[in-house]
């Protein structure tokens, strides 16, 4: 086998092999919301937003970009600490003239998201627990949450929109309030 194809088996190995790593580490992997879910959760956006709209845990870019394409004059932001996902969304949003759109290759729990009008999220039971309580401990404001298929702890969502899908998949809408 030629040296060539042995250095690109060998970076995509790396390149797999760091998607799982940071899957365990995050405990969800990059799965990109589905078409519906996307417009569903475009649609959630039903005034115009004053500070940035975030995706915490942007992936690939598929619900990011299509943020960014659809609200051009907003600020859109998004948090992810798979590199390649990041990278590959990177690549996209450059390639798209998305100049609304920051995408950082960062925790989101280290992030400061007081100021952002609109929360967009797909994780997972215990993302939604820690996030519930950087939310408690940290949002002093009121703030739109909109969540594909898991749920908040103990919060009670302002609407439940049912994909029509072979799982109904929900996304929860919370009118956030501090308490
Ligand atoms: C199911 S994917 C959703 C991708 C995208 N939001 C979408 O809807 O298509 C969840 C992403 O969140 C990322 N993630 C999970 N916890 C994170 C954290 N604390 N900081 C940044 N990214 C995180 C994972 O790496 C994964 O790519």
């Known amino acids: 086998m030629a040296f060539l194809e042995l250095i690109l088996i060998a970076l995509l190995l790396l390149t ?3 998607i799982v790593w940071t899957t365990l580490q995050t405990g969800i992997s990059p799965m990109m919301s589905s078409g519906k879910a996307c417009q569903a959760m475009l649609a959630s956006i039903d005034r115009t937003a004053k500070g940035p709209l975030i995706d915490l845990g942007s992936g690939w870019g598929t619900l990011v970009i299509a943020l960014a394409r659809n609200h ?3 600020q859109v932001i998004g948090y992810e600490l798979s590199w390649f996902p990041w990278l ?8 798209l003239g998305l100049d609304n759109l920051t995408l950082y290759r960062k925790d989101f729990n280290n992030a400061e998201l007081s100021n952002a009008s609109i929360l967009f999220c797909y994780l997972f039971p215990g993302g939604m627990a820690a996030l519930h ?7 002093l404001n ?11 702890p103990l919060y009670q969502p302002t609407k439940v929109i049912r994909l029509k899908d072979i799982y109904r998949t929900p996304i929860y809408v919370y009118y956030w309030r501090p308490r």
């Open 16 to 18: 797999a092999l760091s």
């Open 72 to 74: 051009p004059h907003q």
């Open 88 to 95: 590959v969304s990177i690549i996209r949003k450059y390639s």
């Open 133 to 139: 309580q950087k939310l408690q401990r940290e949002l």
């Open 142 to 152: 009121e703030i739109i949450i909109v969540s594909n298929t898991f749920a908040l």
